[in-house]
């Protein structure tokens, strides 16, 4: 073997032996993130029982204890905020909801903004769901769901016409709507 290429060898031979403490750094890095995701999965597993079962506060602590071990755990804040809503809480609701759309990559879903809208409607919010709501309805126009309940949130805020043309679209979207029919006969009953 020549000069050189021995040289080549060695320099090859020390760049192998330096990226070996990258490698264990990095292989310890994944092996910790692969347990979090287990005990992630395992509070998931033990909020979802509990909510079945109807212990709310302990399938929000589970749900918390998920989302601790792995910020990841995606559906950890839906059940979260859902649990939540149940207890009565609706700032800690619509906490875990805007907490997922802060890390949530698709934005461009608007299932989130109505379900917070929902949350904020429920929770004497009107104004605060009538944002959420057109958020939804801008993302994905074909959301009859969203539309009916942002013609909700419109008529509790006392804005008629715009409940009026939300529930309008809810029958375009779904002719065969009966409770945007009845809500439509009502505003045109109360406020012709």
């Known amino acids: 073997m020549s000069g050189t290429w021995w040289q080549i060898r060695q320099v090859l031979i020390v760049a192998c032996v330096a990226t070996i403490p990258l490698l264990a750094w990095r292989g310890t890095?994944?092996?910790?993130?692969?347990?979090?995701d287990r005990l992630a999965k395992a509070a998931y597993a033990r909020g979802v029982e509990a909510q079945m079962d109807g212990r709310y506060e302990a399938a929000a602590a589970a749900f918390r204890d998920?989302?601790?071990?792995?910020?990841?755990a995606t559906g950890a804040y839906t059940a979260l905020g859902d649990v939540e809503f149940r207890r009565?809480?609706?700032?800690?609701?619509?906490?875990?909801?805007?907490?997922?759309?802060a890390i949530y990559p698709f934005t461009y879903i608007g299932e989130l903004h109505r379900q917070v809208g929902l949350?904020?409607?429920?929770?004497?919010r009107p104004e605060a769901a009538v944002q959420d709501l057109r958020q939804a309805v801008t993302l994905d126009p074909e959301d009859w769901v969203?539309?009916?309940w942002l013609g909700h949130a419109y008529a509790r805020v006392g804005d008629y016409a715009s409940a009026k043309a939300s529930w309008s679209r809810v029958l375009l979207?779904?002719?065969?709507?009966?409770?945007?029919v009845r809500q439509l006969r009502n505003l045109d009953a109360k406020h012709p």
């Open 119 to 124: 949350f904020e409607l429920r929770g004497d």
């Open 29 to 36: 890095s994944v092996i910790a993130q692969t347990r979090r």
């Open 88 to 101: 009565g809480h609706t700032d800690d609701a619509v906490a875990a909801y805007r907490q997922l759309m």
């Open 173 to 180: 979207l779904n002719p065969d709507y009966p409770p945007a």
């Open 146 to 148: 969203a539309f009916y």
């Open 66 to 72: 998920a989302l601790a071990f792995s910020p990841r």
